[in-house]
C-alpha cells in the first residue's frame, strides 16, 4: 500500500512516498483523509515531546471507512500517512449523520483540544479572551467557542493576511504587538515572548492555559509568578477517558473547522513545508484517496 516514510530527522524533504506492508490488527481503516498537527512537523525535524523509532510512518489521526462506517481514529502516535491503518475497535468514533468526512477529521486533535481548554477555562460572559495563533486549527474553534459563550475575543496572529479569517470568526483581530489589556482568559499556543507579554496583560483572577509552543519554547511563567499576579495556570484534565470525551462532545457541538489547505498523500512534505513557513490557516489535511 502507498504511505509515506520518516527514515531520517530533517527538512520537510526527509518525508518520502514508498510502499508499506498491509497493517494487521482488529480493525483496518480504508484511510480518506490523515490529519496533520504542528507537533508532527517538530518530530520529523527531531525536535518532538517524545522519542520516535526510525524508520516510522508519521500521522496520529485518520477518517475512513470501516465495512461501510464512516469513522475517525486517533492512532497513538504513528501510522496515519498511509492508504490503510490498523486499530482496536475501541478507538473508532463515528462521523455523525450529515457531518462531512474532511470536517470530521479537521476536529479529530483541534476540536478535541479546543473543547478540552475552553471547559477547563470556564470562560463567562462578557470575560475578554485572548486567543493566540487565532487562524489556526486549534485558534479558529476556540474563538467559535468563546464567543459562544458570550465574550468578548481578541484573536492575534502574526501577519496581516491572517487578519480578514480571524474577524470573520466574530473576534477582534490583531497583530501580537498590538494585543492590549486587560484580560480574564489566554489561551496560549504560541509560548515564548509571545505568551510572556499576554501574561502581563492578565487582569487579577485571570487564566492562562498553555498547549502549544509554536515559538519553539514554552511560555515559562512559574506558578509563584502567576500567585503574585492573582493569575490561575490552569491545567486541563488530559485522563484518556476525557481526551474521548473531548472529541465526542466536538463532533456534536456545532463547531465549523475550518480546512485551510491540503494536499496529496504523496505531497505531505509539501504540507510540512507549509506549516513551518507559517503560511498555512485552519487545519491543514493530507487527501489520501
Do not use: C
Not at 83 to 101: F, K, N
Not at 220 to 241: F, K, Y
Amino acid at each position: 500500500m502507498r504511505a509515506v516514510w520518516l527514515r531520517e530527522f530533517g527538512p520537510p524533504s526527509v518525508l518520502v512516498p514508498g510502499e508499506a506492508d498491509e497493517p494487521a490488527g482488529e480493525v483496518v481503516i480504508d484511510v480518506v483523509h490523515a490529519n496533520i498537527t504542528f507537533v508532527e512537523t517538530q518530530v520529523r525535524a527531531g525536535r518532538g515531546p517524545f522519542p520516535v523509532q526510525l524508520p516510522m510512518i508519521p500521522g496520529n489521526g485518520v477518517g475512513g471507512v470501516v465495512d461501510g462506517r464512516r469513522v475517525i481514529a486517533s492512532l497513538g502516535g504513528s501510522g496515519g500517512y498511509a492508504e490503510r491503518v490498523a486499530v482496536p475497535a475501541s478507538a473508532l468514533l463515528d462521523v455523525p449523520d450529515g457531518m462531512a468526512l474532511d470536517a470530521a477529521v479537521a476536529l479529530l486533535a483541534d476540536g478535541r483540544t479546543a473543547t478540552m481548554l475552553f471547559k477547563a477555562a470556564n470562560v463567562a460572559a462578557g470575560e475578554r479572551v485572548l486567543v493566540e495563533a487565532a487562524a489556526g486549527g486549534v485558534g479558529t474553534l476556540l474563538v467559535q467557542l468563546a464567543r459562544s459563550a458570550g465574550a468578548t475575543v481578541v484573536g492575534a496572529v502574526g501577519s496581516e493576511a491572517k487578519l480578514a479569517l480571524v474577524d470573520s470568526l466574530g473576534a477582534e483581530a490583531v497583530l501580537y504587538d498590538d494585543v492590549a489589556g486587560p484580560l480574564d482568559v489566554v489561551f496560549d499556543g504560541v509560548g515564548g515572548e509571545i505568551a510572556r507579554s499576554a501574561f502581563t496583560l492578565l487582569a487579577r483572577g485571570g487564566r492562562m492555559l498553555s498547549y502549544g509552543l509554536a515559538s519553539g519554547e514554552w511560555a515559562g511563567i512559574g506558578a509563584e509568578e502567576a500567585a503574585a499576579r492573582g493569575v490561575t495556570l490552569v491545567q486541563p484534565n488530559r485522563s484518556p477517558d476525557a481526551l474521548r470525551g473531548y472529541t465526542e462532545q466536538a463532533l456534536h457541538s456545532g463547531l465549523a473547522p475550518v480546512i485551510g489547505q491540503r494536499f496529496p498523500l504523496e505531497n505531505a512534505s509539501d504540507a510540512h513545508a507549509a506549516i513551518e513557513s507559517r503560511a498555512t490557516t485552519g487545519k491543514t489535511l493530507l487527501d489520501v484517496r
